[in-house]
């Protein structure tokens, strides 16, 4: 377990499993298969789970520009938020999945960005949970009566034409998360094209945890970020705005506070070369 008051263990969620204000979202999804990660909920959760999907919850419909999962309407969102029985500033949401928190740090992180900061991923997800054979069921918990009220914090997100304007600034890091061949364009399974945003670095989301989907230690989240040299802004994406997450997580980990998620990311980017934009060439 690592220290971090982002992140609980399976062992602290079993012990205030039933407590009101301690809300479990389960996140699990399949960028592959849409329907996979509903499906495993209705089979088997931790109890007390409600479930939330990346593309319906987490997510507004896709449109010419603004990537493969831009931002839900946020009122849509509080209204979700308020029947599974948040309360702002007051409960605790835990979000797992078992992807090495690919889509619970995208709710982690909306979370936030809606002004709740009282919100935590659960380490080692559901694999974690039920190696320690805690309880899981099929049972579909009811819908609450919570209010959940948004409360934007628009400085935590950047739109494409933020991105390249101050992108080349040497107050400015340019963060790509992706995995090390889509990062180069060696390979792209998702995206019409592959590449990079000219000037980005690459830090893959997965190194955040271990292959167990563990949350590496504070001490090495900080490790992670030491060549970046203090930018006064990070400017964080990767295919759609989901696993880009993942390492603005690992920032705040490492007392980083600057990260900010360019929501659109790489699909976003690209959707405008049809438009003769020079500028957005990858290299």
């Not at 995208?106 to 809606?114: D, E, G, Q, S, V």
């Not at 997800?125 to 209010?147: C, D, H």
């Amino acid at each position: 377990m690592t220290d971090s008051p982002f992140v609980v263990s399976c062992e602290w969620l079993f012990k205030h499993l039933d407590e009101p204000q301690v809300v479990i979202v389960d996140c699990r999804f399949s960028l592959a298969e849409p329907q996979l990660g509903r499906q495993q909920y209705q089979e088997s959760h931790i109890k007390g789970a409600y479930y939330l999907d990346l593309n319906q919850d987490l997510s507004s419909p896709v449109g010419e520009h603004g990537g493969r999962h831009p931002l839900p309407n946020p009122i849509e969102l509080a209204d979700k938020l308020s029947a599974i029985g948040v309360n702002s500033q007051k409960t605790l949401v835990v979000a797992y999945d078992d992807s090495r928190l690919a889509f619970a740090s995208r709710l982690w992180w909306l979370l936030r960005y809606l002004g709740h900061e009282q919100v935590a991923v659960l380490d080692g997800g559901f694999s974690a949970w039920k190696k320690a054979e805690y309880p899981v069921t099929n049972v579909i918990p009811e819908t609450q009566q919570a209010t959940f009220t948004p409360n934007l914090q628009p400085q935590m997100v950047v739109d494409i034409s933020v991105v390249k304007n101050r992108k080349d600034s040497q107050e400015v890091a340019l963060v790509d998360s992706r995995e090390r061949e889509r990062y180069l364009g060696i390979t792209e399974p998702i995206d019409k094209i592959a590449g990079h945003i000219p000037g980005a670095i690459n830090y893959p989301w997965q190194q955040v945890t271990d292959s167990s989907g563990y949350i590496l230690a504070q001490q090495q989240q900080q490790e992670r970020w030491l060549e970046l040299e203090n930018p006064k802004e990070i400017f964080v994406y990767c295919g759609s705005g989901v696993t880009a997450c993942v390492n603005l997580l690992s920032l705040e980990m490492a007392g980083i506070h600057t990260g900010k998620l360019y929501a659109g990311s790489w699909s976003d980017w690209i959707s405008y070369l049809a438009t003769g934009d020079e500028q957005l060439r990858t290299e």
